[in-house]
């Protein structure tokens, strides 16, 4: 029985292979680049489809790789990225003694994937797995900063920005001028604005690509970091850049720091 699983399981990673290689392809094509009967490769297809591994177009009838697929590898890469980043958060937390977080975008809203704590431990509340808003955050505006204009606007309008408790912006051009800066600056910060009592700062994390995939946020009570918070932005936005070349270019056969 396990050889037959085995077996079909191959002949299906096949089918996505193939899929994946050529894009949108009709069940014939597909049979013809497998050197399968088009009777069994209709059947695995449909299969594949029940299960959201493939799509069919409902216009061109053609296969394409489905939504399972995509979600897998969205979690795979959030894995890997959180394994790779513990390291460097906790490089940071100890020149800094306060604590980092290592955040993602989640649709509107900015996700915690993992927190590392000095010895004092300043944490009000596990933000692990805990969502806010972006445009009252360090690092939700980090997130969003190689994000075009036109998509801001259309995303943020000066409504959204109130019900997010994004005080500091009147309306969405005032939040693009803090993005530019954050370009220009490298890491962003926060001074009271989340939080009465506390400051922050964030840098982007950027894949092979170049694309912001997560950022990496301190936070503290100000009256330990406030007169320091710029150095600490830049000290973050080095240990981003690090963490970027580490995923980006993972030396061989070395571990992380």
């Known amino acids: 029985m396990s050889r037959t699983n085995s077996s079909g399981l191959r002949r299906d990673l096949e089918l996505i292979d193939v899929l994946a290689q050529h894009g949108e392809l009709g069940v014939t094509r597909v049979a013809q680049l497998v050197r399968r009967e088009k009777t069994q490769v209709s059947r695995a297809l449909a ?10 177009d409902p216009d061109t009838q053609g296969y394409r790789l489905g939504w399972r697929l995509y979600a897998l590898a ?17 490089r940071l937390v100890g020149q800094m003694h306060e604590t980092a ?7 509107g809203d900015v996700l915690t994937l993992l927190s590392e704590s000095p010895s004092h431990a300043f944490r009000g509340v596990g933000w692990e797995g805990v969502s806010v808003a972006v445009p009252a955050t360090s690092a939700g505006r980090v997130l969003i900063s190689d994000w075009e204009p036109a998509v801001v606007r259309d995303w943020f309008p000066p409504e959204r920005l109130t019900a997010a ?11 693009l001028k803090e993005i530019a800066r954050i370009k220009a600056r490298g890491y962003a910060t926060v001074d009271e ?6 400051v922050g700062c964030s840098a982007p994390v950027r894949d092979f690509r170049g694309r912001i995939i997560a950022a990496i946020n301190v ?3 100000k009256g330990r970091l406030g007169d320091k918070l710029d150095a600490a932005g830049r ?3 080095r240990i981003a850049t690090e963490l970027t070349a580490r995923l980006s270019n993972p030396p061989a056969g070395v571990p992380g720091p």
């Open 219 to 221: 936070a503290a009570p």
């Open 101 to 107: 977080h290592l955040c993602v975008l989640r649709g």
């Open 193 to 198: 604005e989340f939080e009465v009592g506390v």
């Open 47 to 56: 299969s594949l489809a029940e299960e959201g591994l493939v799509e069919r």
């Open 74 to 90: 969205a979690r795979t890469g959030e894995a890997h990225l959180v394994a790779t980043a513990g390291p460097y958060l906790r």
């Open 235 to 237: 000290l973050t936005a």
């Open 165 to 175: 408790g994004a005080v500091k912006f009147g309306d969405t051009d005032a939040l």
